[in-house]
């Protein structure tokens, strides 16, 4: 997401936040400016807290700050004081003039000084309000670049309000708070009055976010409307000179910041000892660290000082510690995109450095000899692609040869000849291209196979027992199409409610990323991949040299697949062509192939035929003149089926069963098996001639019969047969049987749907083996005159 993808509402509060940073830059820099050349009593006072203003002052002895007891002889009194920078009407002011401080420094003895005033100076400002100032751009870049690299999420919103008002704060902490500097006054107290309450939205929001900030419960509202509450008194109170109702804010103030600070410590503290999540525990453990190292001396002092009168110490000692708590929560929040920034910005500053070098070289080449920067160019051009190479390989150690190593793991998954070989190339790319200690690659149920397909590599155990594909991890990961990474599950908002579910997940498959797999916009499976070895996260050129060698798994797999497909499909084709016609199988395979030919019952005409006389031609020949005469038999009767769109169910010795109508209807299954009846009697008859001549008296007899019967294939893997089973084929088989040579016997059933197409005569009745009844059958004499002649 990017800034400008905000909604109008978030830009516009991000705006304000902004121009709440970068108006207390403004009244820094504007006081700094005003105050330029005014006098400079050498020291400034919060109440009656002195600190040195100058280094002459520091030196003299108010290093460490104190407390101030009298001015120029008269006693302060810390009530008409309070909330002031001055020093009271005693002091003098004018360049040059002499003012005595009275004060208990911090090593618990009174002292004196006399000091002269001087106009402020640069060097005074950068001695009084250099650390602050530090500070307080440092906590405006840090919120205004975390919430740039991660925009409008729950952290970064709490980031950049902190940073906003503590930096705006820091920046105006030495401003003078008195009417003639109203403005400053007011921005610091509205300022000061912001920041212990957004410590307690920061600490609802590090080191994760806090259920209440995702279900926008009204603690938001709680915490802002207190803040604007102590802000309006802060400003009330420095009107009215911290009297009447309003003499507590500062107290007030101070302690909240102590039990807000509190707050962060003890959440981190709970969360590093209790979180189940190593990266949570981890987050915390720096949190705390930062907020105890850093906040925590800053509330404690303030809250003694405030509440106490005591603890003199100059309060600019504890900004620094600061730095540390504002670092550590910029860490936890954008740490992986710094991290992928941090090579870059290795190489910029590395070649700024050789420009800056070779431009001091060229400066003196030119004030030596002005044609020398000439030949100074020779080399360059020959030296700086070497160099840019050789900083690639000293700064990218690994990532300098992704490029050969993804041809590499790019060969070992394009020369995988099956699923699984795929997915064992895939699982050993990360260690290759990222030293990942560890990975899975597997596909999910439908990507070729029933049930998930696991591949691991390194020391991976996962439970078989449990279904994939109904892990929550992988089902979000199915859903976004995305990388998911353990650091964004383990404390980003938006997976609150499932990330225990997400990161069981993780644990399962020992993974800390997890990449899809996405075929046609879907995801058909996923590549895990374990911790490196280094210890190191995973950065965006690492995820996108994985998503690379995964999306060469996907082509691999489509692949194979394809490879597969076409396969079977030749194995099927060639299992078809036992049985069925060109024409016939172009129409199976276009209706899904042979998975699509289930058992189911119909109406199919049954066409027997038999040889006449082969027995005793069998008996009185060599079996190489039986085979060579059937070979010749076999290739007319094939053609001859093969012209009508018939299935051939089996070849029996010197029988063949043909039927119709099945695995494609054919309306006309009738006439196409009277076609080739006639067909077959005309073939044997030409090969008799040549048979004749050889001594062979063989001729066929052939049988028809339509009715239903239950078609398809009988058989196990590897030896199957398409059948047709059914008192339709006895009946034929008994016509065949009782059919004289070169005789073809039909049903009255079949007889009936011929109509008038074929001409026909009746035999009569006849009584065939294995039917009670006589069967009504007809003699099928050839195609019909009028057929013929309308033919």
């Known amino acids: 997401m990017h800034l400008r993808d905000g909604t109008f509402g978030q830009q516009m509060l991000f705006g304000l936040l902004v121009a709440i940073a970068l108006s207390g830059l403004g009244l820094a820099i504007a006081d700094k400016i005003e105050r330029l050349g005014t006098p400079n009593v050498g020291w400034i006072m919060d109440g009656v807290i002195v600190s040195p203003s100058s280094h002459e002052a520091s030196e003299s002895g108010l290093r460490g700050g104190g407390r101030a007891l009298r001015i120029n002889g008269i006693d302060l009194d810390p009530a008409a004081l309070r909330g002031h920078t001055a020093g009271g009407p005693s002091l003098h002011l004018e360049i040059g003039a002499l003012n005595t401080l009275t004060f208990h420094s911090v090593r618990g003895d009174q002292r004196e000084l006399t000091l002269a005033v001087h106009p402020w100076q640069w060097e005074d400002f950068a001695f009084t309000q250099g650390a602050s100032d530090v500070i307080g751009l440092l906590f405006l870049a840090v919120g205004i670049v975390t919430f740039a690299l991660r925009p409008y999420e729950i952290p970064s919103w709490a980031l950049l309000a902190l940073c906003s008002f503590g930096g705006g704060a820091m920046l105006t902490v030495f401003v003078p708070i008195d009417a003639a500097h109203a403005w400053n006054a007011r921005y610091f107290l509205v300022a000061v009055g912001f920041v212990p309450y957004l410590l307690f939205h920061t600490g609802l929001a590090f080191p994760v976010v806090h259920r209440w900030l995702v279900q926008r419960t009204p603690v938001l509202w709680l915490i802002y409307g207190a803040a604007a509450l102590q802000a309006t008194a802060n400003l009330v109170g420095w009107q009215v000179h911290y009297v009447g109702p309003f003499a507590y804010t500062r107290e007030f103030g101070a302690t909240l910041l102590l039990l807000s600070s509190a707050f962060l410590v003890a959440r981190c503290a709970w969360l590093a000892g209790r979180a189940r999540d190593r990266l949570t525990a981890q987050r915390a453990r720096i949190l705390l660290a930062g907020a105890v190292l850093g906040m925590g001396p800053f509330a404690a002092l303030q809250f003694v000082r405030e509440g106490f009168g005591g603890f003199e110490l100059d309060v600019r000692f504890l900004l620094w510690p600061l730095v540390l708590f504002v670092l550590a929560l910029a860490r936890v929040t954008v740490r992986p995109a710094l991290l992928n920034a941090r090579i870059a910005v290795r190489k910029a500053v590395i070649y700024t450095a050789a420009v800056a070098i070779l431009s001091v070289l060229a400066l003196l080449l030119v004030a030596m000899r002005p044609y020398a920067v000439a030949v100074l160019l020779f080399p360059l051009l020959y030296v700086w692609p070497r160099f840019d190479n050789r900083l690639n390989r000293i700064l990218y150690p690994q990532r300098a040869r992704f490029p050969e190593l993804l041809r590499s793991v790019g060969d070992d998954i394009g020369g995988a000849i099956s699923s699984a070989a795929v997915l064992d190339a895939l699982a050993a790319a990360p260690g290759r291209l990222c030293n990942a200690s560890s990975a899975v690659a597997f596909l999910l149920p439908g990507a070729g196979a029933p049930t998930a397909v696991l591949r691991g590599v390194g020391a991976v155990s996962f439970d078989d027992g449990r279904p994939l ?229 063989i001729h066929v007899g052939i049988g028809i019969h339509s009715g239903y019967a239950t078609c398809g294939f009988i058989g196990y893997e590897g030896r199957r047969d398409y059948a047709v089973i059914g008192n339709v084929t006895n009946l034929a088989a008994r016509l065949s049987d009782h059919a004289a040579p070169g005789e073809i016997l039909i049903s009255a059933r079949s007889r009936a749907d011929l109509l008038e197409a074929f001409a026909t005569e009746l035999v009569g009745d006849l009584t065939l083996k294995g039917f009670h009844q006589a069967q009504q059958t007809f003699r099928l004499l050839g195609v019909s005159t009028a057929a013929r002649a309308s033919g």
């Open 469 to 697: 594909e109904r892990e929550v991890l992988v089902q979000l990961m199915a859903t976004t199409r995305r990388e998911m990474h353990r650091a964004q599950v383990a404390v980003e908002p938006q997976y609150t409610h499932i990330r225990d579910d997400c990161r069981a997940g993780f644990e399962r498959l020992g993974a800390d990323l997890l990449i899809p797999l996405v075929q046609d916009q879907r995801v058909v499976g996923g590549l895990a991949v374990g911790p490196r070895t280094t210890g190191d996260p995973y950065e965006a050129a690492d995820v996108d040299a994985l998503s690379t060698a995964a999306q060469q798994a996907v082509q691999a797999l489509m692949r194979v697949e394809a490879t597969e497909r076409l396969r079977r499909r030749e194995l099927e084709f060639s299992d078809l062509k036992r049985f069925f016609p060109p024409q016939i199988i172009d129409q199976v395979m276009a209706r899904g192939g042979a998975a699509q030919l289930g058992s189911q019952r119909k109406v199919v005409t049954v066409l027997f035929a038999d040889l006449r006389g082969f027995t005793a031609f069998s008996d009185s020949v060599e079996p190489e003149e039986v085979i060579a005469t059937l070979d010749e038999y076999h290739a007319a009767m094939g053609a001859c089926i093969a012209d009508v769109g018939g299935t051939l169910e089996h070849f029996a010795g010197d029988g063949l069963m043909v039927f119709f109508n099945d695995p494609v209807d054919q309306p006309d299954h009738v006439e196409r098996a009277a076609r080739l009846a006639v067909a077959m009697c005309d073939e044997v008859a030409r090969l008799r001639a040549g048979w004749s001549r050889k001594g062979y008296n």
